[in-house]
């Protein structure tokens, strides 16, 4: 099982332009999340979703949007980059609550 | 809200010595509780989990935690640290209705020969 996987790894975007970020996970979760992690700043929520057309805001959503139209996937979408979001981006997936979750091996993004 | 606070931000442990990292949480009801272990530029792996029964519970890689509710704690430890251990290391805090887990900021484990 190839678990969640996210594309691409490393991204350098220019201020204004915008990208989607790409999560894909093979278990039949239920549940996926994106978070940004920032040095010293540990994990933030940015969007999560507990099943296909349903998405919920986490704790810094603003400047991205998500959707869930399957599963499977769970793409977040940067429409204006600013440098502010600059960031390690982490999918990850889980069953429910006792299970805990697998993350992706994330995507570095650079806004310059 | 729920709240997570790891008051290490960076360990440095000599190698085949002992290990506690601490973590502290802020929540209502009963937490489920979470370690998660980061390499560098990897993503982050499960170590243990508790969300009921035996407060002292085992994880991967020789890890153990417990959970103290009177000191709202749930330490990691390890009794002899490898060289391989050297991560950043996550503790977490989510509840019975899938909330989001809240994540800490972390703590740096140096390990030196």
């Known amino acids: 099982n190839a678990g969640v996987t996210q594309t691409p790894k490393f991204r350098i975007l220019k201020i204004g332009q915008s990208m989607t970020l790409q999560c894909t996970q093979d278990m039949n979760h239920n549940y996926m999340y994106w978070y940004r992690q920032d040095p010293g700043m540990g994990l933030k929520l940015i969007y999560y979703s507990v099943g296909a057309g349903i998405t919920d805001k986490g704790e810094v959503p603003n400047g991205y949007n998500v959707s869930r139209s399957t599963t499977e996937d769970f793409p977040l979408r940067l429409e204006l980059a600013a440098p502010s979001q600059t960031s390690v981006y982490f999918c990850?997936?889980?069953?429910?609550?006792?299970?805990?979750?697998?993350f992706g091996s994330g995507t570095r993004l650079t806004v310059v | 809200a729920q709240s997570v606070t790891q008051p290490d931000i960076h360990i440095t442990v000599s190698e085949g010595a002992s290990l506690e990292l601490r973590c502290n949480y802020s929540?209502?009801?009963?937490?489920?509780l979470f370690w998660y272990v980061q390499s560098p530029g990897q993503g982050l792996q499960l170590l243990l989990k508790y969300f009921s029964g035996d407060t002292l519970v085992q994880g991967i890689k020789g890890f153990e935690a417990e959970f103290k509710r009177s000191q709202s704690s749930f330490n990691l430890r390890k009794p002899s640290v490898h060289w391989s251990d050297a991560a950043e290391y996550f503790c977490?805090?989510?509840?019975?209705?899938?909330?989001?887990?809240?994540f800490g900021k972390g703590t740096r484990l140096s390990v030196i020969a």
């Open positions: 977490a805090v989510g509840d019975s209705g899938n909330t989001p887990l809240v």
């Open positions: 990850a997936s889980s069953l429910g609550a006792t299970g805990g979750y697998t």
């Open positions: 929540y209502g009801a009963t937490p489920y």
